[in-house]
């Protein structure tokens, strides 16, 4: 099935450095998702966001809603080692509330 | 239970058998989804139960796949004759309100294995 361009796909970086990732796609969405999965577990909403434009922010977390709706990325500040893991962006279309369409993950490593 | 639990954890199977996966959503949860991640892709969507409405099942890949869900319980989702291709993880999810899947919690998944 269709699946978002998600980059970078790892990204190695120091304790305390800030970090971005972002999802492209060919195609609109209504509502941007980020998650994060830790090894062995489902993956955890960290983000939504609903409207074109829309720049919210969770904790160290940052994501936006591009404007064309084909686009979003999330940014984490002064990363820490527990936010190690797999990010994954989904989109959601109209009328499928259910069916995301996932990019493939950038996997963080955090240097302590 | 506390969360969604999904058995076995873990399942090596060799190809051609059937197998059959299990999904205990949260107590009260109306809605179920099934969602398969093959290794280093993203979640694809398979099926989505809604208390006694017909399940969507336009995500499943082939007919080899079937899933089932009584009332608003525990979910099976069987794949007979199982390929290699099959192998992925398989993640469950339950949300309380209708096909809001921004609310719904997964499950740990089921590793499947198949050689």
């Known amino acids: 099935g269709q699946q978002l361009n998600q980059s970078p796909q790892s990204m190695f970086i120091q304790e305390g450095e800030d970090v971005s990732m972002n999802c492209t796609s060919s195609?609109?969405?209504?509502?941007w998702l980020w998650y994060k999965q830790d090894p062995g577990e489902g993956p955890v909403l960290l983000i939504a966001?609903?409207?074109?434009?829309e720049l919210t922010s969770n904790g160290r977390l940052t994501a936006q809603f591009g404007i064309t709706r084909k686009d979003s990325f999330l940014n984490i500040s002064a990363s820490i080692p527990s936010d190690v893991g797999i990010y994954f962006c989904a989109g959601q279309r109209s009328g499928s509330n259910y069916k995301l369409t996932f990019g493939k993950g950038t996997l963080l490593t955090v240097n302590p | 239970g506390a969360g969604v639990s999904q058995s076995p954890s873990n399942k090596v199977t060799e190809k051609g058998k059937d197998v059959e996966l299990r999904c205990d959503p949260i107590?009260?949860?109306?809605?179920l989804y099934w969602y398969r991640q093959r290794l280093g892709q993203g979640l694809e969507f398979l099926i989505y139960?809604?208390?006694?409405?017909?399940?969507?099942k336009s995500g499943l890949p082939s007919d080899r796949f079937s899933a089932e869900r009584t009332g608003e319980s525990v979910s099976t989702l069987t794949i007979q004759r199982t390929q290699q291709e099959d192998s992925a993880v398989y993640l469950c999810a339950s949300s309380s309100r209708q096909g809001l899947i921004t609310e719904a919690f997964f499950g740990q998944g089921t590793r499947l294995t198949v050689v």
């Open positions: 966001l609903y409207k074109a434009g």
């Open positions: 139960f809604q208390g006694n409405s017909a399940p969507d």
């Open positions: 107590s009260g949860h109306t809605a």
């Open positions: 195609s609109i969405f209504n509502t």
